[in-house]
């Protein structure tokens, strides 16, 4: 479990129970709620000024996460740093989770997440429903990330990527806009809509096996999918 460092007053963030995997419901709820009102959801999540933004990584990443956190912090948004703070070696997955979860449940806007190679935290994040985690690398994919696919994590190399262009990617991650909040970008609108669509239908099945009793211990959606 990683040691979080909170800028703001956040919910406490208990893994692996049924109770957190109740507030995931009420978020898919929420984002149902808003989808439905015509375009108020991706109008409601239209870029603001100051963000809460997420971080995590592990070992090999969490000298970038600090980095990146100075310069957040500087830039007026308030960070929510899941850790780690130093080279013990740690376990990417569960800061690829803390974060995810952060963002999935609207306790942050956006998540940054870095490992050594970007790739495990990322996949880590990507587990947990209405992330949609990008691997960035250069920042004409940084853009299409957030034009695209508004992607709401970020994923970053510490050892593959230089710092000069982590500050490109980021600075693109943060400003870029997403393209389906303008009549023109209907199309990616609407292939967004399908991925919250297949994570809200993935967890009501797995609500029903809870329901059912056909899980028991600990529960999260990444020990069911
Ligand atoms: C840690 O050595 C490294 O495996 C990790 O940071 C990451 O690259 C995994 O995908």
């Not at 800061?95 to 790739?119: D, N, T």
């Not at 935290?121 to 690398?137: D, F, L, M, Q, W």
């Not at 992607?151 to 490109?168: D, F, K, P």
């Not at 970008?185 to 994570?199: I, N, P, S, T, Y």
């Amino acid at each position: 479990m990683p040691d979080v460092q909170y800028d703001a007053v956040a919910p406490d963030h208990a893994r692996g129970s049924i109770e957190k995997f109740k507030l995931g419901k009420i978020a898919v709820r929420k984002r149902v709620i808003e989808r439905t009102a015509g375009e108020s959801h991706f109008h409601a999540v239209r870029i603001p000024s100051c963000m809460t933004i997420a971080l995590g990584a592990d070992h090999a990443g969490f000298e970038y996460k600090d980095r990146i956190a100075e310069i957040l912090r500087a830039d007026g948004h308030t960070v929510i740093d899941f850790g780690t703070h130093d080279a013990t070696p740690v376990d990417y997955p569960q800061y690829g989770f803390a974060v995810g979860e952060a963002v999935a449940s609207g306790q942050a806007e956006r998540g940054i997440v870095v490992c050594g190679s970007s790739l495990g935290i990322s996949i880590a994040a990507n587990k947990v429903p209405g992330v949609r985690c990008a691997v960035v690398t250069e920042p004409l994919s940084a853009e299409l990330a957030r034009r695209h696919n508004d992607a709401n994590v970020l994923a970053l190399s510490e050892r593959l990527t230089g710092w000069e262009m982590i500050e490109r990617l980021v600075d693109v991650f943060m400003h870029a806009p997403f393209d389906g909040d303008v009549p023109s970008g209907a199309r990616h609108k609407h292939r967004v809509a399908q991925l919250f669509e297949f994570d809200d239908a993935q967890q009501a099945r797995t609500l029903i096996a809870i329901e059912k009793g056909e899980v028991t211990g600990a529960v999260t959606p990444k020990d069911l999918l």
